[in-house]
Structure formats: structure tokens, C-alpha cells
T-cell receptor, first 114, second 111 residues
Framework: NAGVTQTPKFQVLKTGQSMTLQCAQD?????MSWYRQDPGMGLRLIHY???????DQGEVPNGYNVSRSTTEDFPLRLLSAAPSQTSVYFC?????????????FGPGTRLTVL | LAKTTQPISMDSYEGQEVNITCSHN???????ITWYQQFPSQGPRFIIQ???TKVTNEVASLFIPADRKSSTLSLPRVSLSDTAVYYC????????????FGAGTTVTVRA
């Protein structure tokens, strides 16, 4: 099992550009989520999904869109990048096979917006 | 979401036991207590979860008193590689779908 994979590992954008951060899991987990982590801070929930076709907002959803067309994939789209979105982005998944509260995290995408 | 309070930082030495206490006064009946560990430049990693009393696994122990308003993560005989940030989370993703990570506790283990 690859677990949770994220691409790209690093990305630099200019203000106003858009891009998609990819996340995939091969554990057949129902629950997937996106967090952002700013330097020296904890993780903040952006969006989450409880299954294919179902998504909802977390604490800091503004400026981001998500979709969940399959169980495996949960991409995060930045609509118009802003310097305030410079952060490390983590995708996570969990499901009934372990415990919903036992989230498996990807390695992260380090995003810089100039 | 239940709010949690934990110390910002703790120092220890190799071979000692480290105990991190988390306060969660407004924990709900359905909430579990979950702890994660995060190393620099990595995603968090699940350590342990409990509902009440004591839970132990190969990595840590979790002590939860009867009123469940606090919990203590115990790391036995720490090594340098246990230097990390430890997060206490309270909730139940199977019901609430949201768990909140606070600032965590930075544990530094010295030789």
C-alpha cells in the first residue's frame, strides 16, 4: 500500500494563478480531508469529504474548492492564488477499516505564492 | 468542537518518561481523545486513541480520568527521536466529521 500520496511536493505560484493539488489514497477510506499548516502553527481544516460525491467546508475554506468523484482521489483547487495561501498543505484519509479518528496523512505540498 | 489546552513546550532527557496533559473541559459524550505526533517537514502520525480509563500500545499510554475533562499522554523512556510536536484532539470523525488541531506541545529530548 502506498497510503496517502500527494503531488506536487513543492510549488511556486504567482499571485492570481490557479492550480490543483492532488491527493490519492489506496486504503478504500471513506473520509478524506485537506489541512493547511502555517509556520509554527497547528493544522487547520480546509475541506473534507465523507464519501464520493460528498464534500463540505472546514474552518478555512475560502479560496479553495474540492471535489470527490472517486473514493481514491480528493483534489484541492486554488482558484486565484494569494500570498496568504503560502503554506504547507496536508491531505489525510481515514475510514471504518481502522478508526475514523486514525487519520493517515500524506507527505505534504509546500506552496509558495509570490 | 471541544477546545483543548496543552502546554506549549516540554523538555526532557533520554531515558526519562514524558507526560503531556491535555485539558478538554467541554468534551462531549460521543467524543474520543486522540493524540498525534508530528516531526518537522512531515505529516502528523496517529499515536493513540482512548475514550476512558487507560489505553496502552507499543508507543505510548493514554490515561483518562473518570470525568474525562483531561487526559495524559505518557511516553516511556524517550529517545532523541521522540523530539516532535504532539497534538491532542477531541471529537469523533465518524459523527462530527471535523477534528481541530491546536498548536500542540513541542517536546524536546536532550542527550
Amino acid at each position: 500500500n502506498a497510503g496517502v500520496t500527494q503531488t506536487p511536493k513543492f510549488q511556486v505560484l504567482k499571485t492570481g494563478q490557479s492550480m490543483t493539488l492532488q491527493c490519492a489514497q489506496d486504503m478504500n477510506h471513506e473520509y478524506m480531508s485537506w489541512y493547511r499548516q502555517d509556520p509554527g502553527m497547528g493544522l487547520r481544516l480546509i475541506h473534507y469529504s465523507v464519501g464520493a460525491g460528498i464534500t463540505d467546508q472546514g474552518e478555512v475554506p475560502n479560496g479553495y474548492n474540492v471535489s470527490r468523484s472517486t473514493t481514491e482521489d480528493f483534489p484541492l483547487r486554488l482558484l486565484s492564488a494569494a500570498p496568504s495561501q503560502t503554506s504547507v498543505y496536508f491531505c489525510a484519509s481515514s475510514g471504518a477499516s481502522h478508526s475514523y479518528n486514525e487519520q493517515f496523512f500524506g507527505p505534504g505540498t509546500r506552496l509558495t505564492v509570490l | 468542537l471541544a477546545k483543548t489546552t496543552q502546554p506549549i513546550s516540554m523538555d526532557s532527557y533520554e531515558g526519562q518518561e514524558v507526560n503531556i496533559t491535555c485539558s478538554h473541559n467541554n468534551i462531549a459524550t460521543n467524543d474520543y481523545i486522540t493524540w498525534y505526533q508530528q516531526f518537522p517537514s512531515q505529516g502528523p502520525r496517529f499515536i493513540i486513541q482512548g475514550y476512558k480509563t487507560k489505553v496502552t500500545n507499543e508507543v505510548a499510554s493514554l490515561f483518562i480520568p473518570a470525568d474525562r475533562k483531561s487526559s495524559t499522554l505518557s511516553l516511556p523512556r524517550v529517545s532523541l527521536s521522540d523530539t516532535a510536536v504532539y497534538y491532542c484532539l477531541v471529537g469523533d470523525l465518524s459523527n462530527d466529521y471535523k477534528l481541530s488541531f491546536g498548536a500542540g506541545t513541542t517536546v524536546t529530548v536532550r542527550a
